[in-house]
């Protein structure tokens, strides 16, 4: 069993900051891979950061060098730090990582947490 909880949205002025946590159970934490996705009204749903296993990390161009995703194995935990927020990084905003499994076509699924709403507005 895979369990991601997300917390830390909540309304913030443009160019405030956020952090949002997202505390994983029931999985090896250390070796997955973890990503943030969001999903704006409107809109698909979007992948914004991943960080590997390892630590390295890759950003969408909408978010780079605003955004840090960063993880603390200890705390089973992974964090977005979100700064110089815009009006349209409002979303909902995902914590997701991957298994493989051989009952989809793709070959993996995905887990997701529940969301928690970020909004950029004054």
């Known amino acids: ?30 070796r997955q891979a973890m990503a943030w996705y969001r999903q704006r ?3 698909q749903r979007e992948l914004v950061a991943v960080i590997s296993s390892a630590g390295t990390t890759t950003y969408t161009d909408a978010v780079q060098g605003r955004f ?15 700064t110089g927020l815009k009006p ?7 914590c997701n990582t991957k298994d493989p499994t ?3 076509p793709t070959g993996v699924r995905d887990f997701w ?9 004054s």
Not at 10 to 23: E, I, K, T, Y
Not at 114 to 121: A, P
């Open 1 to 30: 069993q895979l369990k991601l909880v997300e917390s830390g949205g909540g309304l913030v002025q443009p160019g405030g900051s956020l952090r949002l946590s997202c505390a994983a159970s029931g999985r090896e934490f250390s």
């Open 41 to 43: 009204p409107g809109n």
């Open 68 to 82: 840090t995703i960063s993880r603390d194995n200890s705390k089973n935990t992974v964090y977005l730090q979100m």
């Open 88 to 94: 349209e990084d409002t979303a909902v905003y995902y």
């Open 102 to 104: 051989p009952f989809t």
């Open 113 to 121: 947490g529940q969301g928690t709403q970020v909004t950029v507005s």
